[in-house]
């Protein structure tokens, strides 16, 4: 496999909205970003992927793009952008543009013309239909939109305001990559792809997911744009199997570097309901083999994997599946060394690396995020009791992974001095912060900083193989192995003693939240323990 700097770098996710206001509106900016670069510096990260900042009415949070070639005002301008990229360079620290090409903002250029003008060539930019189907969109309701300007129905998969492009059009099509390459033409290091299997959508057929023509367009997009540098590009992929994920990731098919698949984030959803069901009681078991299959499937020079616990769309790992209680600082040590020990690109979502939580949301007047307000509401509709729906969407919201980085124990966690944020800070920030974590050389932060750096120096992370020892049920335990060296990572997720056996001579304690010489002896693994040594 011809190996790529995305290879040995761990990515940071940043979500601007809430990393580090600058001026004093209660809102984070890129000169918020660009005063914290010496931080992701220090943590060793090589890459920023950046939600969205492009110009946008803010109606889904920066996913509601109204031009893409121009910065929101709540976030700067071009030159901040250009600034931003010029200081991240400066630290090797690469910029990773959030790509959102299912939709824009019913605010768009196109959009307006297209509504405004039935007979202009942008109308076929969008997709218009005479009778709506029973598509519904993510965000509840139809799929459809009347517009009563020109009498027929447009497609949103997403809010009402997100009016989806239509991909069959070529024209549209080199629109985008025209504007993708204008940010390539900037110097940034490559794509995260929003929601990109739904690119091939067939509506008429109510086909949203790996659509026929989705590996075509993504073929003619690698070809137009991003293949012809050394780029990472990562898609957004709910309905990936490792098959198809393959498919987007053999660099022998020219698509695309590695996809984000959410198998595993499913354990959290109760089976066939909808995902605000969810199941707090993590399956381990069946963690072990969602984890083993992705492994083998993506084998170097066949595909390769993400790594991922969080992002913005998702709850705080810790809040979900670890113990927000005394074992937070070990339980996030265990879920770090878990995954960032296996064969793909991890990510780490801003907070993480502090153990950051979910938010204790009392009211539904505490939430922002346009998902959980409309699934609410269509509750309240059907005479749902709120104490139940609350129950749901502040577990599951995305509000969880939004409120504003926790930087210090003074006002707003030193996120801003403005005296309302745009969302409320958790209030346990005086104890988990960054500033607490920088000075306690056991904190949680110095786990996730040896473990970037582990990837950076030792190509095993790369290459080794990958398989699954058999143990107890909720102990996660594993080999790494190449022709010369072999590692065993060995993890106990959860909050009981577990038996296990170290029967391997080990020559070296690559990383542990715990000693390994105790579990030895004791033949048990105590709550939360997680070690990775080297087989003689």
């Given at each position: 496999m011809k190996k790529h700097w995305w290879h040995k770098t761990t990515i940071y996710q940043i979500y601007p909205r809430s990393f580090m206001d600058s001026n004093g509106d209660g809102m984070g900016d890129l000169k918020g970003i660009i005063s914290k670069l010496d931080y992701l510096k220090d943590l060793g990260i090589g890459a920023i992927w950046l939600s969205p900042v492009y110009k946008s009415p803010m109606d889904d949070n920066g996913y509601d793009i109204s031009d893409y070639r121009d910065i929101a005002d709540i976030f700067g301008n071009m030159d901040d952008m250009d600034t931003l990229l010029a200081e991240a360079n400066k630290r090797d620290i690469k910029i990773i543009m959030d790509l959102v090409v299912n939709h824009t903002s019913d605010e768009h250029a196109w959009f307006i013309e297209a509504r405004d003008n039935p007979d202009s060539p942008k109308r076929d930019f969008y997709i218009w239909r005479d009778e709506p189907n029973s598509l519904e969109s993510a965000f509840s309701g139809s799929a459809w939109q009347y517009d009563e300007k020109s009498g027929q129905y447009y497609l949103h998969l997403f809010s009402k305001k997100q009016p989806d492009l239509n991909w069959e059009n070529e024209d549209l099509r080199h629109e985008i990559y025209d504007m993708m390459n204008f940010w390539i033409d900037k110097g940034i290091g490559g794509f995260r792809m929003d929601v990109i299997d739904l690119l091939g959508k067939v509506p008429d057929k109510e086909i949203r997911e790996n659509g026929p023509m989705l590996h075509t367009y993504l073929k003619e997009m690698n070809a137009s744009t991003f293949g012809k540098y050394d780029l990472l590009t990562v898609g957004e992929t709910w309905g990936a199997s490792p098959e198809i994920a393959q498919q987007y990731s053999n660099p022998d098919n020219k698509e695309l570097s590695m996809v984000f698949q959410f198998e595993h984030i499913g354990l959290s959803h109760e089976e066939g309901k909808a995902k605000w069901f969810y199941k707090k009681d993590l399956d381990v078991k069946k963690l072990k083999q969602i984890f083993a299959k992705w492994q083998n499937k993506l084998a170097p020079g066949e595909g390769w994997n993400s790594l991922f616990w969080e992002n913005h769309d998702l709850p705080r790992v810790l809040s979900l599946w670890g113990d927000e209680?005394?074992?937070?600082?070990?339980?996030?040590?265990?879920?770090?060394?878990?995954?960032?020990?296996?064969?793909?690109?991890?990510?780490?979502?801003?907070?993480?690396?502090?153990?950051?939580?979910?938010?204790?949301?009392?009211?539904?007047?505490?939430?922002?995020?346009?998902?959980?307000?409309?699934?609410?509401?269509?509750?309240?509709?059907?005479?749902?009791?709120?104490?139940?729906?609350?129950?749901?969407?502040?577990?599951?919201?995305?509000?969880?992974?939004?409120?504003?980085?926790?930087?210090d124990a003074s006002k707003n966690a030193g996120f801003s001095n403005a005296d309302k944020t745009w969302l409320a800070v958790n209030p346990n920030y005086k104890e988990i912060n960054v500033e607490k974590a920088l000075a306690d050389k056991d904190s949680i932060y110095y786990t996730y900083k040896k473990l970037v750096d582990?990837?950076?120096?030792?190509?095993?992370?790369?290459?080794?193989?990958?398989?699954?020892?058999?143990?107890?049920?909720?102990?996660?335990?594993?080999?790494?192995?190449?022709?010369?060296?072999?590692?065993l990572v060995v993890v106990n997720l959860s909050g009981e003693e577990q038996n296990f056996e170290l029967k391997d001579t080990y020559q070296e304690i690559i990383i542990a939240n715990t000693d390994v010489e105790e579990v030895k002896e004791r033949k048990t693994l105590a709550p939360w323990d997680a070690f990775c040594v080297k087989i003689k």
């Amino acid at each position: 496999m011809k190996k790529h700097w995305w290879h040995k770098t761990t990515i940071y996710q940043i979500y601007p909205r809430s990393f580090m206001d600058s001026n004093g509106d209660g809102m984070g900016d890129l000169k918020g970003i660009i005063s914290k670069l010496d931080y992701l510096k220090d943590l060793g990260i090589g890459a920023i992927w950046l939600s969205p900042v492009y110009k946008s009415p803010m109606d889904d949070n920066g996913y509601d793009i109204s031009d893409y070639r121009d910065i929101a005002d709540i976030f700067g301008n071009m030159d901040d952008m250009d600034t931003l990229l010029a200081e991240a360079n400066k630290r090797d620290i690469k910029i990773i543009m959030d790509l959102v090409v299912n939709h824009t903002s019913d605010e768009h250029a196109w959009f307006i013309e297209a509504r405004d003008n039935p007979d202009s060539p942008k109308r076929d930019f969008y997709i218009w239909r005479d009778e709506p189907n029973s598509l519904e969109s993510a965000f509840s309701g139809s799929a459809w939109q009347y517009d009563e300007k020109s009498g027929q129905y447009y497609l949103h998969l997403f809010s009402k305001k997100q009016p989806d492009l239509n991909w069959e059009n070529e024209d549209l099509r080199h629109e985008i990559y025209d504007m993708m390459n204008f940010w390539i033409d900037k110097g940034i290091g490559g794509f995260r792809m929003d929601v990109i299997d739904l690119l091939g959508k067939v509506p008429d057929k109510e086909i949203r997911e790996n659509g026929p023509m989705l590996h075509t367009y993504l073929k003619e997009m690698n070809a137009s744009t991003f293949g012809k540098y050394d780029l990472l590009t990562v898609g957004e992929t709910w309905g990936a199997s490792p098959e198809i994920a393959q498919q987007y990731s053999n660099p022998d098919n020219k698509e695309l570097s590695m996809v984000f698949q959410f198998e595993h984030i499913g354990l959290s959803h109760e089976e066939g309901k909808a995902k605000w069901f969810y199941k707090k009681d993590l399956d381990v078991k069946k963690l072990k083999q969602i984890f083993a299959k992705w492994q083998n499937k993506l084998a170097p020079g066949e595909g390769w994997n993400s790594l991922f616990w969080e992002n913005h769309d998702l709850p705080r790992v810790l809040s979900l599946w670890g113990d927000e209680g005394e074992n937070r600082v070990k339980s996030a040590k265990a879920f770090a060394i878990l995954l960032h020990l296996m064969r793909g690109t991890p990510y780490i979502y801003q907070g993480e690396e502090i153990g950051m939580t979910n938010y204790p949301f009392m009211d539904l007047s505490d939430f922002e995020d346009i998902e959980s307000i409309n699934y609410a509401n269509e509750c309240l509709e059907k005479g749902e009791d709120m104490a139940a729906i609350l129950d749901r969407i502040s577990v599951i919201g995305r509000d969880n992974a939004r409120t504003p980085m926790q930087w210090d124990a003074s006002k707003n966690a030193g996120f801003s001095n403005a005296d309302k944020t745009w969302l409320a800070v958790n209030p346990n920030y005086k104890e988990i912060n960054v500033e607490k974590a920088l000075a306690d050389k056991d904190s949680i932060y110095y786990t996730y900083k040896k473990l970037v750096d582990l990837r950076k120096n030792n190509d095993w992370l790369i290459d080794a193989d990958f398989d699954l020892i058999e143990t107890a049920d909720k102990v996660f335990a594993y080999y790494r192995s190449t022709e010369d060296e072999k590692y065993l990572v060995v993890v106990n997720l959860s909050g009981e003693e577990q038996n296990f056996e170290l029967k391997d001579t080990y020559q070296e304690i690559i990383i542990a939240n715990t000693d390994v010489e105790e579990v030895k002896e004791r033949k048990t693994l105590a709550p939360w323990d997680a070690f990775c040594v080297k087989i003689k």
